[in-house]
């Protein structure tokens, strides 16, 4: 018995099963509209009603579509699915004079500003509420979860390439006045065996340091939060300049303690003549409580001089 077979011969017998078993795989059943053709994590909730939310090359059909679906039904009785008084292209073009409105920078800017009335919004919020829960925490709305599951896909830009949170909900207090001052002030308030904002390669103002910020004097205990900071960066002849213009003077202005339009001012001996400024950030859960441990050092420093 011949075991053998002829390829050509065997494929050209079975050409018409070959043909239909592919238009079974790449045709799926039912009519898709517009908006379905997309990928899963392009579509958005609205596009079944909203052409303005489908991509430009798919518009024109999904208008087509729209206005299928709005118009009578013939020999049904009852309403049909669209308002049957008024034309569908009417609506449409309304429809665009409104979007067109809608996207002057003066009516986005009143919107968002009613919007925010009592929680404020991110830069990144209308990007975010899109795609993820949004919860209202410390006086802003935040994102807590996203929607799809992508957690491999997260897992994977965090082990090979990147990923990018906003954290600008955070608080920055600003410490003003002469450099040694404010070291003075937060030496008691950080920690003595790591790095601190009076380390050489903070002062300069060209690298972002971290450390915890604790109650005056506690330190390694009552912890207050994790902090990052960054100094000013200052003109080297600006410096020296005011260096010398103003070593004659025995006192100078301690740091002023900055949130908002909010000033706490010190007034104590220098022992440097240099102005610089000290960016904080901290969670703002824990915002009052660092600001009043600021003031707090402040004022004990004031009253030891």
């Not at 308002?83 to 665009?96: E, L, Y």
């Not at 240099?274 to 050092?297: C, D, N």
């Amino acid at each position: 018995m011949d075991h053998s077979i002829s390829v050509p011969a065997y494929v050209k017998a079975r050409r018409q099963q070959l043909a239909d078993f592919s238009t079974a795989v790449t045709t799926t059943g039912g009519v898709r509209r517009a908006f379905q053709t997309l990928p899963h994590h392009l579509r958005r909730r609205a596009m079944s009603h909203n052409i303005f939310k489908i991509p430009p090359k798919l518009r024109m059909r999904a208008k087509r579509e729209l206005e299928k679906s709005m118009a009578p039904q013939p020999g049904k009785k009852g309403k049909s699915r669209g308002k049957p008084s008024g034309d569908p292209k009417d609506k449409v073009r309304k429809g665009m004079k409104i979007k067109r409105h809608k996207r002057q920078p003066s009516y986005i800017k009143r919107d968002h500003a009613r919007r925010q009335h009592q929680h404020k919004w991110l830069e990144t919020h209308v990007w975010h509420a899109k795609r993820m829960k949004m919860v209202k925490m410390w006086g802003y709305k935040i994102a807590e979860r996203p929607w799809m599951k992508g957690v491999r896909a997260q897992l994977n830009a965090l082990d090979h390439e990147c990923t990018i949170y906003d954290a600008s909900y955070h608080a920055c207090i600003e410490l003003s006045g002469p450099q040694n001052a404010i070291l003075s002030v937060l030496g008691r308030m950080t920690a003595r065996d790591i790095p601190g904002p009076g380390n050489a390669m903070y002062v300069a103002g060209t690298r972002e340091g971290r450390t915890v910020l604790y109650h005056t004097d506690t330190y390694p205990t009552r912890a207050i939060a994790p902090i990052s900071f960054l100094w000013r960066q200052v003109d080297i002849t600006t410096q020296s300049s005011s260096s010398s213009s103003s070593s004659s003077s025995s006192l100078s202005p301690s740091p002023s303690v900055t949130v908002g339009r909010k000033d706490v001012s010190i007034m104590r001996p220098s022992m440097s003549t240099t102005p610089r400024s000290l960016w904080i950030w901290v969670h703002p859960a824990a915002l009052l409580e660092a600001l009043e441990g600021l003031k707090r050092a402040a004022a004990t420093a004031t009253a030891s001089t």
